[in-house]
């Protein structure tokens, strides 16, 4: 299988942390994705893990990895409204296609 | 460089007439995707090409649907002839062969009356 599950909606108040949450099925996954969608707008990667790492943080962004579990998440820190988008999880194989959850929509609350 | 460049931005049209879509890609990027986006389904890949050639369709919903690069700076998605469900967002993106990441063009929004 190939299927992707994020939760839908997630909210937050501004100055907390976000944890976005992603499982995938396919353990043959090399590379995992975070895209982030403004509205109206198109998808940006954010940032990406190779599947032989645990983590990796950049600036306000934190990715944890756990294959074993085959469980993905973001944590954005000291969340700010400009954060407010959908974001995706996504992984690919050995090919360029990517398998693409159905997105989690952040709403960051002042 | 300006990104990907899509056109037209918005497109409303009536049903059974030809739409046709088009996408620039970011000059030197060898790989184009055309994906569709609804509140129902998410986003979906449609195709993609590799250097002008289409890899993989087996996400193009059927034979309403053709996508076309004739060149490396442009390709083009068409239906005809379209049906209400065909609206959606179409997006394309472009990628370098050395990394997978894909840049997406800002999309074209599709209503069909």
């Known amino acids: 299988g190939e299927d992707v599950e994020q939760s839908l909606f997630l909210s937050v108040r501004e100055g907390d942390s976000s944890v976005i949450n992603c499982t995938y099925t396919?353990?043959?996954?090399?590379?995992l994705y975070w895209y982030k969608q403004e509205p109206g707008a198109g998808l940006q990667l954010l940032t990406y893990?190779?599947?032989n790492m645990d983590m990796k943080q950049d600036q306000r962004l934190t990715v944890l990895l756990n294959k074993k579990d085959k469980h993905l998440s973001l944590r954005i820190a000291d969340t700010q409204t400009g954060d407010s988008a959908i974001y995706f999880c996504?992984?690919?194989?050995?090919?360029?296609?990517?398998?693409w959850g159905l997105g989690t929509s952040l709403a960051v609350n002042p | 460089d300006a990104g990907v460049i899509q056109s037209p931005r918005h497109e409303v049209t009536e049903m059974g007439q030809e739409v046709t879509l088009r996408c620039k890609p970011i000059?030197?990027?060898?790989?184009l995707f055309w994906y569709r986006q609804t509140m129902m389904r998410g986003l979906e890949l449609l195709i993609y090409?590799?250097?002008?050639?289409?890899?993989?369709d087996s996400g193009m919903p059927e034979d309403r649907f053709s996508a076309k690069m004739p060149n490396a700076s442009f390709s083009t998605l068409k239906i005809q002839p379209s049906e209400p469900r065909d609206s959606a967002v179409y997006f394309c993106?472009?990628?370098?062969?050395?990394?997978?990441?894909?840049?997406f063009g800002p999309g074209t929004r599709l209503t069909v009356l």
């Open positions: 993106a472009s990628s370098h062969v050395l990394n997978n990441e894909q840049f």
């Open positions: 000059s030197g990027h060898d790989y």
């Open positions: 090409f590799n250097n002008n050639v289409p890899i993989d």
């Open positions: 396919d353990s043959s996954s090399t590379y």
């Open positions: 893990i190779f599947s």
């Open positions: 996504a992984h690919a194989g050995n090919n360029r296609k990517l398998i």
